[in-house]
Antibody
Framework: EVQLVESGGGLVQPGGSLRLSCAAS????????MNWVRQAPGKGLEWVSY????????YYADSVKGRFTISRDNAKNSLYLQMNSLRVEDTAVYFC???????????WGQGALVTVSS | QSVLTQPPSVSGAPGQRVTMSCTGS?????????VHWYQQLPGKAPKLLIY???NRPSGVPDRFSGSNSGTSASLAITGLQADDEADYYC?????????????FGGGTKLTVL
């Protein structure tokens, strides 16, 4: 059974940093592209970042470019999102999402809540 | 402001058929890029409902179907049930954007009367 379990969310002050992790199981993690998608409270879905299966290619939404870094450790079946210079508008549930051929997202984690507030 | 436009809400009575639209432009749906649909039940993570325009993952009932026409896509639900009440999002690709080009609609809230 495919499982994606996020961790590392919490309350952080504006300007602070946080690192999200996603533990994958039930599939060959190293064969899949992965993404982070976020959802602000009461709002819709927003794509945040993408990483190729081998980790060699990454993409970011303009709203997070230069502040967030996506990475993965295929030996540990884990996906990461390092978030720096956090802003109030980064407050959201962050979902770890499996990607099928850069097209659609077939499995989603349960999400990790990040709250940026003073 | 989402690149893909969805009506904020639709509603229907149990057993009825409802449709919801996802309107794009010539740089996404109109360019032939595939449309995918997700269902998000209250308090839950989104779940893939329709992929590549009109394909259902294993376990999704055939009451759900997708279609495309021009710069728009539609999701249809027949035999509406109470537990269909959820938010529905369309997703596609846009070739005018930086990054991966992944775009979502703003979501449609389905209310079962």
């Amino acid at each position: 059974e495919v499982q994606l379990v996020e961790s590392g969310g919490g309350l952080v002050q504006p300007g602070g940093s946080l690192r999200l992790s996603c533990a994958a199981s039930g599939f060959t993690f190293s064969s899949y592209e992965m993404n982070w998608v976020r959802q602000a409270p009461g709002k819709g879905l927003e794509w945040v970042s993408y990483i190729y299966s081998g980790g060699t290619t990454t993409y970011y939404a303009d709203s997070v470019k230069g502040r967030f870094t996506i990475s993965r450790d295929n030996a540990k079946n884990s996906l990461y999102l390092q978030m720096n210079s956090l802003r109030v508008e980064d407050t959201a549930v962050y979902f770890c999402v499996r990607d099928i051929s850069g097209s659609y997202f077939d499995f989603w984690g349960q999400g990790a809540l990040v709250t940026v507030s003073s | 402001q989402s690149v893909l436009t969805q009506p904020p809400s639709v509603s229907g009575a149990p057993g009825q058929r409802v449709t919801m639209s996802c309107t794009g432009s010539s740089s996404n749906i109109g360019a032939g890029y595939e449309v995918h649909w997700y269902q998000q039940l209250p308090g839950k993570a989104p779940k893939l409902l329709i992929y590549r325009n009109n394909n259902r993952p294993s376990g999704v009932p055939d009451r759900f179907s997708g279609s495309n026409s021009g710069t728009s896509a539609s999701l249809a639900i027949t035999g509406l049930q109470a537990d269909d009440e959820a938010d529905y999002y369309c997703q596609s690709y846009d070739n005018s954007l930086s990054g991966s080009g992944v775009i979502f609609g703003g979501g449609t809230k389905l209310t079962v009367l």
